[in-house]
């Protein structure tokens, strides 16, 4: 499958609001609602911020939320903070027991 | 605490394999499965594939079928990924991530293992 498609890079001021986006095909964002979310900061692992597209897992700052639509999903982060900048991937089930990565978005917080 | 701890860095020569290990901890090993995701230096994340811990089912992208097997061993709460015939373009970090998925819901990937270094040079 082909990667999903995410911008390479988005910024935004402390305190203000900013979305990711993640366009895929109907063969896997819009096909299903098995959308995650991961946050990586240099030299970690991965975390996860979201699954199936708007949840939460537990620990994870309600600035972050989770929406979807048609064959687009979307990460918004309400009130960046200095500590959000990271680089952020989304993934989605792509049927048949696969899923696949969208290229990433680096967060710059200016 | 629930975590994946990951086996330490390799160096191979192109045309070897290298096997992975993944030792899970304060959970129940087979009641989630494991997935591998292998990331290349300033590149993305990538995934390879996933395993059932319990039945050892198994499921890989196209990509790497053929050429990577993940296995496990219950008894030790262990998962295993070899990779063979491995070439330059291998080189990357490896990371075992759980992961749970009903019909209805899937929690993708919630616990990471700390990463193994491979690295592929002549």
């Known amino acids: 499958q082909s990667a999903l498609t995410q911008p390479a890079s988005v910024s935004g001021s402390p305190g203000q609001s900013i979305t990711i986006s993640c366009t895929g095909t109907?063969?896997?964002?819009?096909?299903?609602?098995?959308v995650s979310w991961y946050q990586q900061h240099p030299g970690k692992a991965p975390k996860l911020m979201i699954y199936?597209?708007?949840k939460r897992p537990s620990g994870v700052s309600n600035r972050f939320s989770g929406s979807k639509s048609g064959n687009t999903a979307s990460l918004t982060i309400s009130g960046v903070q200095a500590e959000d900048e990271a680089d952020y991937y989304c993934?989605?089930?792509?049927?048949?027991?696969?899923?696949?990565f969208g290229g990433g978005t680096q967060l710059t917080v200016l | 605490q629930v975590q994946l701890v990951q086996s330490g860095a390799e160096v191979k020569k192109p045309g070897a394999s290298v096997k992975v290990s993944c030792k899970a901890s304060?959970?129940?090993?087979?009641?989630?499965?494991i997935n591998w995701v292998r990331q290349a230096t300033g590149q993305g994340l990538e995934w390879m594939g996933w395993m059932n811990s319990n039945s050892g089912n198994t499921g890989y992208a196209q990509k790497f079928q053929g050429r990577v097997t993940m296995t496990r061993n219950t008894s030790i709460s262990t998962a295993y990924m070899e990779v063979s015939s491995l070439r330059s373009e291998d080189t990357a970090v490896y990371y075992c991530a759980r992961a749970y998925c009903t019909s209805t819901s899937c929690l993708f990937m919630d616990v990471w293992g700390n990463g193994t270094t491979v690295i592929v040079s002549s």
């Open positions: 993934c989605s089930y792509a049927g048949s027991s696969s899923w696949v």
């Open positions: 199936d597209v708007t």
């Open positions: 304060e959970y129940s090993f087979t009641s989630y499965d």
């Open positions: 109907s063969s896997d964002v819009g096909g299903y609602n098995y």
